[in-house]
């Protein structure tokens, strides 16, 4: 079953925030979330939560919940020194 996407207000500015090629990256990434949130490239957040998830792709980092119709991205975030995003 796919499960719909919504953005905390958080996630949504850093999403809007974002240049187009990364925004569409994050979109895309979502929308793989949406079909598979818990496929073979994710994995848990903390290690006591079973809801709260992770996946990292191209210094793309997404934390989001899993819920029964929807993947909520709670926090996002780009890592790419060279542009002047954060540094790992």
């Known amino acids: 079953m796919k499960r719909h996407v919504e953005f905390t207000e958080r996630a949504g500015r850093l999403r809007d925030y974002l240049p187009p090629d990364d925004r569409e990256r994050l979109l895309r990434l979502a929308e793989e979330l949406a079909e ?11 290690r006591n939560d079973e809801v709260t998830r992770s996946i990292w792709s191209d210094g793309l980092n997404v934390i989001y919940v899993v819920a029964w119709n929807a993947v ?3 926090d996002t975030d780009i890592y790419d020194a ?6 790992v």
């Open 82 to 87: 060279a542009r002047g995003f954060n540094e």
């Open 36 to 46: 598979e949130p818990y496929g073979p490239r994710t994995h848990l957040a903390f």
């Open 72 to 74: 909520v991205v709670v």
